[in-house]
């Protein structure tokens, strides 16, 4: 049977990644909030006709391929961030023999739900 997905999670190993998917959900909330200040200051500089340049742009450079790092961690593992203001993460799994995605949201203190690949959130089950 050909699979979407190379890597599948059981509920054990998800579990496991918990504690570093909440730091790297709170990273990533972190780095957004950066990321709105330094679009702030530069719009009010642009829209004073001031030249963009120096530590400014640098920052909101960094602050850029620091989000896009973050984002590498969750695909290398193919986790699927869903909504990740929400915290809301799809982990491929088996379940059954057929391909699913184990769901979590980073409010919720273990993974209790999955749901088919194309059903998203509205189709949560309980495991």
């Known amino acids: 049977m050909a699979y979407r997905f190379e890597k599948h ?3 054990e190993e998800a579990r496991g ?3 570093q998917l909440r730091l790297w ?3 990533l909330a972190q780095l957004q909030v950066d990321l709105q200040k330094f679009e702030e200051r530069m719009g009010g500089l642009t829209s004073s006709g001031a030249d963009l340049g120096g530590e400014l742009v640098n920052a909101w450079t ?3 391929a620091d989000l896009e790092d973050v984002f590498l961690e969750f695909q290398r593992r193919e986790i699927q ?3 990740f203001e929400r915290g809301l993460l799809d982990f491929p799994a088996i ?3 057929k ?3 184990l769901c979590w949201e980073k409010d919720e203190e273990d993974i209790e739900f999955w749901h088919d690949l194309d059903a998203g959130l509205a ?3 309980r495991l």
Request: aromatic residues 8%; charged residues 35%; positive net charge.
């Open 9 to 11: 999670y059981t509920r």
């Open 123 to 125: 189709g949560r089950e």
């Open 17 to 19: 990644l918990l504690p």
């Open 99 to 101: 391909e699913v995605f």
């Open 95 to 97: 379940i059954g023999g």
């Open 62 to 64: 960094r602050t850029l």
């Open 81 to 83: 961030v869903k909504d």
């Open 25 to 27: 959900l709170g990273r």
